[in-house]
């Protein structure tokens, strides 16, 4: 049996376009690989640009770490401060308001006697004048 002749030409097309493909590509690649190489320098000086700006940003958050313990401790050191300073007031306004108490306690009771004085004297002017005559 012989092989018919289309199937030939077929087999032989498709061979030469696998080897035109293989040849495109292994030129393909020679590019890629011209363009790797072309590329690493600039990659290697965008890494040192990387790892200085990570340095910096490293020392930036130490600085600013520092600086927030600082603020945090400076403040509660106000704090603590504030809170003796009105601790203290607390306990200096009531012994002010016990003592303000038993004056505004006394003044009632001064009141209250001059109001009875007052009444005492009213009264005894106010009795008739037999009553005086009887006492003597």
């Given at each position: 049996?012989?092989?018919?002749?289309?199937?030939?030409w077929v087999s032989g097309?498709?061979?030469l376009l696998g080897a035109l493909s293989y040849l495109a590509m292994i030129v393909l690649l020679g590019r890629l690989i011209g363009i790797v190489r072309e590329l690493?320098?600039?990659v290697e000086r965008i890494s040192e640009r990387v790892e200085a700006i990570s340095a910096k940003v490293d020392s930036i958050a130490d600085t600013a770490?520092?600086?927030?313990?600082?603020?945090?401790s400076t403040t509660?050191?106000?704090?603590?401060?504030?809170d003796g300073l009105v601790s203290g007031t607390t306990?200096?306004?009531?012994?002010?308001?016990?003592?303000l108490g038993i004056l505004m306690t006394g003044y009632q009771l001064f009141?209250?006697?001059?109001?009875m004085k007052a009444k005492t004297a009213k009264?005894?002017?106010?009795?008739?004048?037999?009553d005086a005559e009887v006492d003597d």
């Open positions: 049996m012989e092989i018919p002749a289309i199937w030939l097309a498709f061979f690493k320098p600039r770490k520092g600086s927030v313990e600082r603020v945090g509660k050191g106000i704090t603590s401060s504030i306990g200096k306004m009531q012994q002010i308001t016990s003592v009141q209250q006697v001059q109001s009264s005894e002017k106010s009795k008739p004048a037999h």
